[in-house]
């Protein structure tokens, strides 16, 4: 099983701040099989990056991803108020998938 | 538009059996993977398996191995997931998510996502 590490566990920003996410596999990643899902209170995730660096239908362009192998980073440019939330990489394909234990993006 | 809606919140003891339906609407039911994603409260995302509506065939993650149950009925696009015998730590969030296309595996993982349903064992 492919284990994911988040980090920072918080990141504390203000709007119009970037805020860069780190998702560390133990495993390489084959076929760049990586996403990344942003998460509200009382809501379910929602998908905002999938193949490491393809942003979803809707997703704004100040969501990124990059990375490849064992590191994926999600960048968020000029954050916005609604952009503070948890944040879940998540590595899929063959089984088991698995995510990450989240980001949380708040505001400073 | 695709939807995703999950039957309503469940209370149960433990070791009493609960099942979760989750109907799917809005595109080829069997064409797409469904999978369930649990969450305990203040905790993260927990990958638990995955069922092909066209075969009906599960997979299931190790930690559910004999706990869990994932099935469909295709005459009503429908999902389910059951938990024969729940105990305290199985209370959560448990939410259906649609997965990659059966055929097409470059498509994105869970883009659509059921609303939720609650699940608390009690006694």
Known sequence: ?108 | QVQLVQSGAEVKMPGASVKVSCKASGYSFTAYYIHWVRQAPGQGLEWMGWINPNSGDPRYAQKFQGRVSMTRDTSITTVYMELPRPTFDDTAVYYCARGRSVDILTTPPFDYWGQGTQVTVSS
């Open chain 1, 1 to 108: 099983e492919i284990v994911l590490t988040q980090s920072p566990g918080t990141l504390s920003l203000s709007p119009g701040e970037r805020a860069t996410l780190s998702c560390r596999a133990s495993q390489s990643i084959s076929n760049n099989q990586l996403a990344w899902y942003q998460q509200k209170p009382g809501q379910a995730p929602r998908l905002l990056i999938y193949g490491a660096s393809t942003r979803a239908p809707g997703i704004p362009d100040r969501f990124s991803g990059s990375g490849s192998g064992t590191d994926f980073t999600l960048t968020a440019n000029r954050l916005e108020p609604e952009d503070f939330a948890v944040y879940f990489c998540l590595r899929y394909g063959t089984s088991p998938w698995t995510f990450g234990q989240g980001t949380k993006v708040e505001i400073k």
